[in-house]
């Protein structure tokens, strides 16, 4: 129970929302973390609320799932402005917006990238794409095996379904935003 006029823990709703997703393929816990490659004790905590839901769990779980992650992060029909800002080892992300169309479901981030920590994200749902606009600051982005490298002005894109990184160059912070287009299964 929350005090009045404040809102529930982050991992609270990611939870009741990772739940229902999980109960609803009729998947046990240790199928979604086996599926997922992350630990079940991990999982408990994010479904309890005891565990701070972290960016590259989330992607992970959203994976396996074949959800975008936003269908974790915020209740269906709710205005993006009330998901929370998720952090990874050097991401920190805000959802600024959702766009279903038929097809795919788009989701635009305002994104952060820490300084000397390198961040690599888990492969998302087969044809998974992610396109990056940098504002400020040099980004090392994209597969694991071959990152591109953006500035201020300059947009990249990649196939996320492999194991991609996220990285600042130098010493400057990076200001970009984060398309990620998600195919419907």
Known sequence: MTARGTSPPPGTAVGRRLRELREARGWSLSELARLAGVGKATLSGLENGTRDPRLETLYAVAGALGVPMSALTLDRGAPPSTASAVR?????????????EPAATYELFALRIVAG???VSPAHSAGVTEHLTVFRGRAVVGPVGAPLVAGPGEHVSWVADTPHLYAAEGDEQVHASLLI????A
């Open 88 to 100: 990874g080892e050097a991401v920190l992300s805000t959802l600024l917006e959702v766009f279903e």
């Open 117 to 119: 920590v390198e961040q």
């Open 181 to 184: 287009r998600t195919p419907r």
